[in-house]
């Protein structure tokens, strides 16, 4: 991802919507899996945005493949490094969660390999928690922008978690109420020629509280029903014995 792009995202993801529904998500899986001193890995942390939301009776590392995300990180007082998913210099089992979020998307992220290097420093038992963009139908001018090379499915990520010892507790889509709108917006993208133009920005204040709350909403009907459609895969698995 572009450093323009990291700059955009961190002048907007301590308050954007989308962040927020994402993390308390996040959050959520974790405080039910984890111990009180557990060890945090964000595995394509970005600027940090995440990292900060984690509590304080966890520690937690975060590392990304671009410098400039690396800086806004460790500005926030966070402790990360530069390195990539694909090659993480820490031991084995040495985690008791991972986090990738939106980071299999990326086109200079191997999926197979950032996958393997995730099981292999988790802890047998204890979760990985991964979003990704769902649906290669939402592909449009956004991904091209910020270099989202893939997009899945439900049955994609489940798959491809199985490939690397990795058991599903629960996959869903979220942001079910989007899809139709995002859809269009993706299609018209498509046929603006020249059109690289992201769709990250900060909505007024009145509009931004709104959406999440919907945003919220969406979130818990999405994983109680299991709603067939959505923008995001939102799963969390657990490393097996």
Request: overall charge positive; glycine content about 6%; hydrophobic content about 45%.
């Amino acid at each position: 991802m572009q450093a323009c792009q990291h700059e955009a995202m961190r002048a907007v993801e301590d308050r954007h919507w989308w962040y927020a529904v994402l993390r308390r998500q996040v959050l959520n899986a974790l405080s039910q899996r984890l111990p009180r001193d557990a060890r945090i890995l964000d595995a394509g942390c970005g600027t940090g945005g995440m990292m900060r939301q984690l509590p304080a009776r966890w520690s937690s590392i975060g590392i990304d493949i671009s410098t400039v995300a690396v800086d806004h990180t460790q500005a926030r007082c966070l402790n990360a490094c530069l390195g990539s998913v694909g090659d993480l210099p820490f031991e084995s089992a040495s985690f008791d969660a991972v986090l990738s979020l939106d980071v299999l998307y990326h086109a200079d992220v191997e999926p197979e390999r950032a996958m393997a290097e995730v099981a292999r420093v988790l802890k047998p038992g204890r979760p990985l928690v991964l979003n990704v963009p769902a649906f290669d139908a939402l592909r449009g001018s956004h991904d091209q922008s910020v270099g989202g090379a893939r997009r899945y499915n439900a049955c994609q990520v489940q798959a491809l978690l199985a490939r690397h010892n990795l058991r599903a507790e629960m996959i869903h889509y979220w942001n079910a109420w989007l899809f139709l709108p995002l859809l269009l917006r993706r299609l018209s993208s498509r046929v603006s020629a020249g059109t690289t133009a992201s769709d990250l920005f900060l909505p007024p204040r009145w509009l931004n509280r709104l959406l999440t709350i919907v945003g919220h909403v969406d979130a818990r009907a999405c994983r109680a029903f299991r709603l067939p459609i959505g923008t995001s895969v939102f799963a969390v698995a657990t490393r097996q014995h």
